[in-house]
């Protein structure tokens, strides 16, 4: 230290600055949270751009809230089973999705929506979020409409257009059959899709295989890997995991285990939140042949002829509702599935049956895991006991609870106040420049149908998506 710093430290005045400094950023310190706190509270921007533990819970949210029921979504195709079912049991549902429209390999919108089920929704307040599948659930058809921006832009400005129907919440798109290799491109798509529907405040969910390991095999390459569960999540409000079917003709046994159910759940809460996962579960009831003793060969042909004739009924009851009659029903209380066992001769048939039992244990996973909720297919092929289960669902809670996308406060107030500015500076306002009460706002027109048309509820197809949509087996 030299001579210069020894006095300069010395003296007393340089003391002084100094303590006066460390009182000065002391101050500072205990008064800049006070002064930061103030500032964000006077600009509406920043106050809403990181809100508070009040500001999130007075925002809609599509996330229901622990004590909330589950949300009801039931899948719906345009046949007389699927509207009465729906006609009979509308208060339990919460949502309708029908599987009525499908984007062809150029992005082209086909279908509309069915007038019976669409006139029951909005006499019963129950939201729509129809089906979009690749048409004919085409993997060709899907890989250009993903590959093609042009195309991409098309299918997002025409499901834009259709979403604007009223009692039309969103869409679920239900994109089945493709390739792993389209996985980015598939992801992108419903990024951009959703950008597009949350902008003008509509709804967006995907229906995703269910998988239980990233092992790569023939169904992972073929079917479900395309599926990248974060980034969908994240892009779009929730997943409908189909956890079904778990087996097939070449290996029988139930279409949704218990044990096999829980390990899908287990493997998605993995990648997606369970606020944003709807557990898909089925309804209906498939049976599968097993061969049982050896048989002469007159036998085996009288057989074949015999099963050729019945093979035209059994066909479309391969996948159909469940039934309690005829044959007595067993309980695997491993499985927790109802099958029952007819048949003789060479050919012994088994039949698993989503009856109530079986549903009521996979509710119980629902409730379990915390889910947003569950999607079954389809109503119409349910075993009736279930509804039972179900609660009739809180239609002014859904409205004030989240079935639309949150949108920022600040945005809400500003666009607000430039629409009341607007009308108050209106030349021809009354009230010089005041907002109309309510006596001077004319009466808007009812655009809902008074009545249903007659022979509405059986007949109510559209017309052009007989090509479009796959049947009810397909799923």
């Known amino acids: 230290m030299d001579r210069y710093t020894r006095v300069v430290s010395s003296c007393p005045r340089s003391r002084i600055f100094s303590a006066l400094a460390r009182a000065f950023a002391l101050l500072a310190c205990l008064t800049l949270p006070t002064v930061a706190q103030d500032a964000i509270a006077a600009s509406p921007v920043t106050a809403n751009a990181i809100p508070g533990p009040a500001a999130i819970s007075s925002k809609p949210s599509t996330v229901s809230s622990g004590a909330a029921q589950p949300e009801a979504l039931f899948y719906a195709v345009p046949s007389r089973s699927s509207l009465e079912s729906f006609q009979d049991h509308a208060a339990r549902v919460a949502l309708i999705a029908p599987q009525c429209f499908a984007l062809d390999r150029y992005g082209v919108l086909r279908g509309s929506l069915p007038p019976g089920l669409t006139w029951i929704a909005r006499q019963r307040h129950v939201e729509i979020m129809p089906l979009v599948i690749n048409a004919g659930f085409s993997r060709w058809g899907a890989h250009h409409l993903l590959h093609s921006a042009a195309d991409r ?170 039934e309690h009659a005829g044959y007595r029903l067993h309980w695997d209380p491993v499985l927790k599935s109802s099958y029952r066992v007819y048949g003789h001769g ?59 996308p949150a949108v920022l406060p600040h945005l809400v107030t500003v666009k607000a106040a430039a629409k009341k500015t607007a009308v108050a500076t209106a030349p021809g306002s009354p009230s010089g420049g005041a907002l109309p009460g309510p006596e001077a706002v004319p009466p808007q027109p009812d655009t809902t149908s008074p009545e249903l048309p007659a022979g509405t509820p059986a007949e109510s197809a559209p017309a052009d998506t007989s090509s479009a949509a796959p049947p009810a087996g397909a799923r």
């Open 153 to 322: 832009d098309r299918a997002v400005g025409e499901l834009l257009d259709a979403s604007r129907a009223p009692g039309v919440v969103g869409y679920q798109l239900d994109f089945e059959g493709m390739s792993y290799h389209d996985r980015p491109w598939f992801t992108r798509f419903v990024q951009e899709l959703a950008r597009s529907l949350h902008r003008h405040g509509k709804l967006l969910s995907v229906a995703v295989a269910a998988r239980t390991s990233n092992d790569y095999n023939y169904t992972y390459a073929t079917y479900s890997g395309v599926y990248d569960y974060r980034k969908l999540a994240n892009a779009a409000d929730f997943l409908s995991v189909m956890a079904y079917p778990e087996s097939d003709k070449e290996h029988p046994g139930p279409l949704a285990s218990y044990p096999w159910v829980q390990q899908v759940i287990q493997t998605e809460l993995q990648y997606v939140p369970a606020a944003k996962l709807s557990l898909g579960m089925p309804d209906y009831q498939t049976d599968f042949g097993r061969r049982r003793v050896r048989i002469s060969i007159w036998r085996r042909i009288r057989h074949r002829l015999r099963r050729f004739f019945r093979w035209t009924v059994r066909f479309f009851a391969h996948s159909g509702p469940a």
């Open 346 to 404: 060479r050919f012994r048939h088994i039949v698993w049956v989503e009856d109530e039992r079986s549903f009521q244990a996979k509710l119980s996973l629902v409730k379990k895991y915390h889910l947003r909720g569950f999607s079954v297919w389809r109503i119409g092929l349910e075993d009736p006991h279930i509804w039972a289960m179900l609660p009739r669902v809180d239609r002014q809670r859904t409205e004030l609870a989240g079935s639309r």
